[in-house]
């Protein structure tokens, strides 16, 4: 069964653009949930996806949004980019009622 | 926000050494999750403990979920090089019945062969 899967790898973009990360999760997985990794605050909870729907939201403005579409498939926007956007960002799948999350390799955002 | 709070922050053992970390909250939490994460790479879920004072095993790998739900420990034993890298704990908030995890501050192995 194939992992979770997240394009790109890597990006590098200047302040004041916008960005989209992709996320394909686990093949039956419904949810779909995003952290942000830094080295000063961790990983950080941004939003969850359930049925193409945001179930939770963290602690994030609202330059950070997100959808998910009928194939559980998921992309998380980031617009005006600030330089302390610069991070990892994760994707995890979890299968209906579970709350293990299985956690894709990430995408690492540079903002310059 | 919640917090968890994650021990030691890091430790450089000898090789064949057996290793000890933990987490605790002021909060009850309904799962508790350990993952370990490479250099580059996302985390890697290691081990899922679902009810207080349930003790699982994954190889050398031992997990307990606390009585009071509020903590839980991850030991290793008899560590190898390629146990090198960060460990987190990850726990769902009792209250939550969503995906949402809350995640310690990660505790660091290096292991000298």
């Known amino acids: 069964k194939a992992g979770v899967t997240q394009t790109p790898r890597y990006l590098i973009k200047t302040r004041g653009q916008q960005v989209t990360l992709s996320c394909s999760p686990i093949?039956?997985?419904?949810?779909v949930s995003w952290y942000q990794q830094t080295p000063g605050q961790g990983l950080q909870f941004l939003f969850e996806?359930?049925?193409?729907?945001?179930?939770n939201k963290g602690n994030f403005p609202g330059r950070f949004s997100g959808r998910q579409f009928s194939n559980s498939r998921s992309e998380m926007n980031v617009s005006t980019l600030e330089l302390g956007d610069s991070a990892l960002y994760l994707c995890?799948?979890?299968?209906?009622?579970?709350?293990?999350?299985?956690f894709g390799q990430g995408t690492r955002l540079t903002v310059v | 926000g919640q917090q968890l709070n994650q021990s030691p922050q890091s430790m450089f053992i000898q090789e064949g050494e057996d290793v000890s970390m933990n987490c605790t909250s002021s909060?009850?939490?309904?799962?508790w999750l350990w993952y370990k994460q490479d250099p580059g790479e996302g985390p890697v879920l290691l081990i899922a403990?679902?009810?207080?004072?349930e003790l699982t095993s994954n190889g050398r790998l031992t997990a307990q979920f606390g009585i009071t739900r509020k903590d839980s420990f991850l030991n290793i034993s008899a560590s190898i090089p390629s146990d090198v890298g960060i460990y987190f704990c990850?726990?769902?908030?009792?209250?939550?019945?969503?995906?949402?995890?809350?995640f310690g501050q990660g505790t660091t192995l290096q292991v000298k062969p």
């Open positions: 996806y359930f049925s193409e729907t945001q179930r």
């Open positions: 403990l679902y009810k207080a004072g």
């Open positions: 995890a799948s979890s299968g209906t009622g579970l709350t293990e999350a299985f």
């Open positions: 093949s039956g997985h419904r949810s």
């Open positions: 990850a726990g769902q908030l009792g209250s939550s019945n969503t995906g949402k995890l809350i």
């Open positions: 909060s009850i939490f309904n799962t």
